[in-house]
């Protein structure tokens, strides 16, 4: 009896070692796995030559811990590129008007340069001066808006009389770049709960964006839907297609892929930023050779 209980202890101190051996053979694989997939990108799931529930939870834990590292690198990655790409149009964007200030400022320095002539380049210095100094502003304004730091002093607005000045101050610009304006605005529409300056904001960059951007037809449109006021702005255009159309509120975004200075792509980026803060909702569409651009405004409390 004696020997047999002997035999069953050795077999069990045998069996014992024998796990604990095979239990730290799987782990030591585990952990080359680890470092194989480590050196090779890899976010395949580490495995167990042997069962055991405890490090199998542990493992779990590592391959989360991973996959969530994985992503954070991969958005890291996104991120800095995005930034490269955004200071390198920064760069373009503002050195194309200073090249071209920098030129005429040299040609100025001939003094027997004709006075008419003169003239015409200090009126060219003094517009490429001014459209550095819009740029500026728009990456400022930009910042603030991003950051939180934009005042904003929501109260109740009258979108059709606002729409309407603004309209009649831009008569000559759709003049002169031979636009067909179809203007549709609706009557005894309520006030809406906004703040005044960017709604001037938005009205402006919407209808600059049209100018600098569409064809030969623009239409205007104001008027209530439910609880809103819509706002919509519809321009023919060829320069934009259906893969554009989710990066058209994308800062630096514009359908100028040569960026010859004619757009930064910050105007509907400020529209999206300055409606998301009043809590409208903005909403761009793309069909038939038309690009829509919608606003909705939360009318004012009673």
Known sequence: MLVLLIALLALAVFGLGFWAWAQNRSLR??????????????????????????????????????????ADQTRWREQEQSIRRQIANISHDLRTPLT????????????????????????????RARALQSLITSFYDLSRLEGGEYPLKREPVDLRAALSGLLASFYNDFTDGGFDVDVDLADGLPPVWADQGAVLRIFTNLLRN?????????????????????????????????????????????????????????????????????????????????????????????
């Open 29 to 70: 694989s585990a952990a080359r796995q680890l470092r194989d997939q480590e050196t090779s990108g890899s976010t395949a799931r580490l495995r167990l030559a042997m069962p055991n529930r405890a490090a199998e939870d542990l493992l779990e834990e590592v391959d989360r811990l991973r996959q969530a590292r994985q």
């Open 210 to 302: 049209a100018l600098d951007h569409g064809g030969e037809k623009l239409e205007v449109r104001l008027f209530r839907e439910g609880e809103r006021v819509v706002s919509l702005f519809a321009n023919q255009t060829d320069q934009l297609t259906d893969q554009d159309l989710p990066h058209v509120f994308d800062r630096f975004f514009t359908s100028d892929k040569m960026r010859t200075g004619h757009n930064t792509g910050l105007g509907l980026a400020i529209v999206k930023a300055l409606a998301e803060r009043m809590g409208c909702r903005l909403q761009a569409g793309l069909a038939g050779g038309w690009f829509t651009l919608r606003v909705e405004w939360e009318t004012a409390r009673r």
């Open 100 to 127: 071209s200030i920098l030129g005429y400022l040299q040609l100025l320095e001939d003094p027997d340069l004709p006075e008419e002539e003169r003239r015409e380049y200090l009126a060219v210095v003094e517009s």
